[in-house]
């Protein structure tokens, strides 16, 4: 008998996607399967889309209680309702490919020894344009770059004996249960990786706020720091946060073509209201005061400024936020290079 794989399906505020997203399981070419959508308490008209696709294949079950409680919520209560074998998530804006079931399944039946295998990924654009292979992948896998680097992104497949003698997903985790997961996973348990892009990740610029994505690298932050604690590593290494913020003036759709503005353009007002409503700059920051409140306060000033200058008209403002942790040794002779 085939087995089972059960796909979590987290579902929030993905209207124009999810129908595009549940086809994509449905046309799988390994049928084994059952979708787990987690309507997570969206306004929109998610709970609606997953309601029929739940009526017109029994494969689907439609599961939540119509509250937006978080991302590790959500899968972690989905999960425990799963009934096979393996376990995978799907994002409800994102895609995957005909053969991404049957692919990673017969690569972890091949390796009976491995509780998780992920694929590479495809990045697309918000209106389903491939954009190249992901980023993420620039990085090859062990353990301990797993500490820095989250390359063990999309998509993956477990053993859902393994899932569970570690506890699952973290319920209370907001936006990073995945790579928390995926750092408790690789310290019991090897990890590989599939050389073949099976997924199609959606690069979304309304899916997250600004300060949803500082907290979000806090969170993560806070995951990483707990993971070198376990390992025993926090005697001789500490993390650092690192972040970056950058105002952007966009030209409005009538100006089409136009590079979008940063400091050094040629346009005189603009580069004049970047120069004079800078970004965040942490090494600045109060550190007394939440980080995204000040990014958002150097924002709405960045903002002001533009309709006073009559920049509105011409340009949408936009705030730009890279964040990732560094690990850094605490002896003056140590060093990281044994982890590779």
Not at 198 to 209: D, K, N, Q, V
Request: with cysteine.
């Amino acid at each position: 008998m085939q087995p089972l794989i059960s796909i979590a399906v987290p579902i929030y505020l993905t209207e124009r996607y999810l129908p595009a997203a549940l086809d994509s399981l449905l046309a799988q070419d390994y049928p084994h399967w059952e979708g787990l959508l987690w309507d997570d308490g969206g306004s929109d008209g998610c709970h609606a889309i997953a309601a029929d696709y739940a009526r017109r294949d029994p494969r689907f079950r439609l599961l939540g209680n119509g509250r937006n409680n978080g991302l590790g919520h959500a899968l972690a209560t989905a999960m425990a309702d799963a009934r096979g074998e393996y376990l995978g998530v799907l994002d409800s804006d994102d895609l995957l490919v005909p053969d991404t079931l049957s692919t990673m399944l017969a690569f972890m039946q091949s390796q009976p020894q491995l509780a998780m295998a992920y694929s590479q990924y495809m990045e697309m654009d918000e209106d389903g344009k491939l954009l190249g292979l992901g980023r993420r992948l620039r990085t090859a896998y062990s353990p301990h770059r797993l500490l820095t680097e989250f390359m063990t992104f999309h998509f993956r497949l477990l053993r859902a004996d393994a899932y569970r003698a570690i506890g699952g997903f973290d319920a209370s985790l907001l936006g990073s249960p995945d790579y928390d997961l995926c750092l408790r996973l690789s310290e019991h348990h090897p990890i590989a990786h599939v050389q073949k892009p099976l997924y199609h990740y959606r690069i979304r610029s309304s899916s997250i706020s600004h300060a949803g994505r500082l907290r979000l690298a806090q969170e993560t932050f806070a995951v990483a720091q707990r993971a070198l604690h376990r390992r025993g590593m926090d005697r001789d290494h500490a993390f650092s946060l690192a972040l970056r913020a950058r105002h952007v003036l966009r030209p409005k759709p009538a100006a089409a073509g136009a590079p979008a503005c940063v400091p050094g353009t040629s346009d005189p007002d603009a580069e004049q209201c970047l120069r004079l409503s800078p970004p965040f700059d942490p090494a600045t920051a109060s550190p007394e005061r939440d980080w995204a409140e000040q990014i958002e306060e150097c924002f709405r000033s960045f903002v002001a400024d533009a309709q006073v200058r009559g920049l509105d008209a011409r340009y949408d403002c936009a705030l730009e936020v890279d964040s990732w942790h560094v690990l850094q040794p605490l002896k003056p002779f140590g060093g990281v290079g044994n982890w590779r």
